[in-house]
């Protein structure tokens, strides 16, 4: 009989253990509960990390204007995810030169809805890249090619 298993970023230490047999293989709603808070929890933290940068610091850091960094969000043109008070946080790496290109085809390769679609597909180890993230690869001098044609078999 088949269980809940959790293998995503958003399997976080305080998510339940669904790895006990049980007779109904469906969770209970005290667990999907518990996974949902584990994925506020996560993405919270991850909105407060250090490499995430405002709307403003983006402008900033790509010679761009705000508005525009908000245009490009959301022809996801580049990676934002949704800030719990208002706006946008942005991971700074996806300005580097090997990662900038890639971005929108990318979100097209994941029929990518949202920010954190995409930057979970290149935050999330792949046994395709010998356990390395997608973003680590990229920044390793795998190709785009690569990458995108992952990110399809993916969202297929």
Partial sequence: MNTLS????FAHRNAPDLSQ???DPYA???????????GAQY????MEADDMIT???AALLAGASRVTINAWIKSRRCI?????????KLPRWQFEPNLWPILQPLASA??????????TFLET????????????????GVSAKHILALATAEAH
């Fill in 6 to 9: 959790i293998s995503s970023p």
């Fill in 21 to 23: 047999a049980s007779p």
């Fill in 28 to 38: 209970t709603a005290a667990q999907s509960a518990a996974v949902l808070r584990s």
């Fill in 43 to 46: 993405r919270r933290e991850r």
């Fill in 55 to 57: 709307t403003d610091d």
């Fill in 80 to 88: 934002g995810v949704s800030h719990l008070r208002r706006g946008f």
């Fill in 110 to 119: 994941l029929g990518a809805s949202d920010g954190w679609q995409v930057l």
């Fill in 125 to 140: 180890p792949a046994s395709a890249l010998d356990g390395q993230t997608p973003r680590a690869a990229l920044e390793q």
